[in-house]
């Protein structure tokens, strides 16, 4: 079970083996502690699973019917382990060992029949449910509603793993929700498939959960969003099933697939998708450039992707992020490009890419690499620093958090015309807000996608916390509110790709039409009266 083995960390990222080691730790601490203009930082040690408190569930005994029992667990570390998600705020707490709301129970069904009856008996016993894919949610998405008087149970899709129909004619597969992203792979690999679909949380989060919270890949431009995947959905309100038709495309009225697209649990549990499937690619071409401002590399961005071009990367990370990532020393941006085809060479395509971006004032670091045919080839120079320093950020969260920092990104999405100055306003925002609650900050800012129209940065903040993780949280707290409050003042969203959940709802509120949170309230309505599947998401 996915949320609970042993060699997974509890209370952080992955697996505990790969967490930095105690010297590794303290390096970081020395290292973090310099670059504040404070002295050195000191980890503390986790919590152990064991000692965190847990409540009697409220569900045990004679309320499970006998016909479920099997689908129960009632353990209390899978409990902990199955009520807690990736915000800072959760990963914090639970590395002191203090959680706010355990679940009840943890409901692991094995296919959409039992989420069925799974969902017939919570409607009827008066139980919230809190469905779980990965758990990786960074807005609270899986955690417990704090204030809801009624039990609350989590619904664990890590059993529904597997592809069960590959379509090669229309490349498509039929997918259950619960599959991770490796065993997805793994699954399509045969039929020399791929989903492509790559977010940085690709290991640990499965296709439910990407499709409910409309999860960003790691394709900078073309179909980068699970939406531009997905063919059709099944899915199970506690009125009944939902089932859209296979089709490539449809104007009959408003889309069926895009109201649960981004519904976060609120109004059915995805049990499975059709979604676009591709030919693994085997030509790859990259190139590492060097841009003497963010400003300059983004400027150079929307040029290339304004020409046509279609890169599958398109990083762009501000010299302070550069410095973070190992790809430059804080004295300019870095410019990741790289192209991709199952069926032709990339070579133009990189060359019409770096031409523009020269023009644009960026200059070549690592000379243009082209793979053809070779699907074992990997990445060099800015392009590997960049994607391993991906893979292990999570890693490196983990030990600021030892470390007693505060450690969290957030992200956004701001058309073209008002880039510049809407990055600059929200990244003062943050860094005036962490300089008055934590002394000092460091702000990092990339771009993780970009459209023809405008572009989606993404922000990190490290400063330094407080003695106690409730303090620490409200320093968090505080530096989040002031982000948001700014990104919302300069016109951008509340998140581009990491859902509303918990976090995020009072923005969210102010973003939205008020007509749009009414036809979704109704619709919760219609199809869960009884407000049952994670109340208070989407202030549903
Ligand atoms: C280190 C890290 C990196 C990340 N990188 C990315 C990234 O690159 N791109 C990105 O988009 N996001 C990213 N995220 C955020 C997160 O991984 C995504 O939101 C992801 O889509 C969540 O998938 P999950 O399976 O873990 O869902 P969970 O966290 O388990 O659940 C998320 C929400 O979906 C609901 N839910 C889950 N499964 C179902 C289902 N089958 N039916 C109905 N509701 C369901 C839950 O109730 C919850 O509200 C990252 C998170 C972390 C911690």
Known sequence: LPG?????????????????????????????????????????????????????????????????????????????????????????????????????AVLRPRDADDVERLLAWADQAG????????????????????????????????????????????????????????????????????????????????????????AGGHFATGPTHIDDLVESVDAITPTGRWSSRRLPASGAGPSPDRLLLGSEGTLGVVTSAWVRVRRRPVHRSTATLHAPTMSAAADAVRRIVQAGLQPANARVLDPVEAVLNGAGDGSHAVLVLGFESADRPQRDHLD?????????????????????????????GGAASWRSSFLAGPYLRDALISLGMVVETFETAITWDRFDAFVGQVRDAAQRAAAQVCGAALVAVRITHAYPDGAAPYFTVIAPGREGVADRVAQWDAVKAAASDAILAAGGTITHHHAVGRTHLPWWRDQVPEPHRRILQAGKAAVDPNRILNPGVLGL
């Open 352 to 380: 019409d890419a770096v031409a523009i971006a020269r023009d644009a004032g960026a200059t070549i670091s690592t000379q243009p690499r082209h793979i053809e045919g070779d699907r074992t080839a990997t990445a060099t």
């Open 127 to 214: 139980v919230a449910v809190v469905p779980r894919g990965g758990g990786t949610s960074v807005v609270e998405g899986t955690a417990p509603p704090p204030d809801e008087p009624r039990p609350v149970v989590t619904l664990d899709l890590g059993r529904l793993d597997q592809v069960t129909n590959v379509d090669a004619t229309s490349l498509a597969a039929r997918v259950q929700a619960g599959v991770f992203g490796p065993a997805l792979e793994d699954q399509l690999r045969p039929h020399r498939l791929t989903l492509r679909f790559f977010p940085q949380s690709f290991e640990f989060s499965t296709l439910g959960g990407w499709i409910v919270t409309r």
């Open 4 to 104: 609970a083995t042993v060699t997974r960390c509890w209370w952080g990222w992955g697996r505990d083996a790969e967490h930095l080691d105690a010297a590794a730790v303290a390096g970081l601490g020395t290292e973090v502690g310099r670059r504040l203009g404070a002295g050195p930082r000191h980890a503390a040690a986790a919590a152990q699973l064991s000692d965190v408190e847990v409540p009697t569930s409220a569900i045990a005994g004679p309320t499970v019917p006998g016909s479920l029992e099997e689908l129960f667990d009632l353990d209390p570390g899978a409990r902990v382990v199955a009520g807690h998600g990736q915000a800072f705020r959760e990963v914090a707490r639970a590395f002191h060992g203090a959680v706010v709301r355990v679940p009840d």
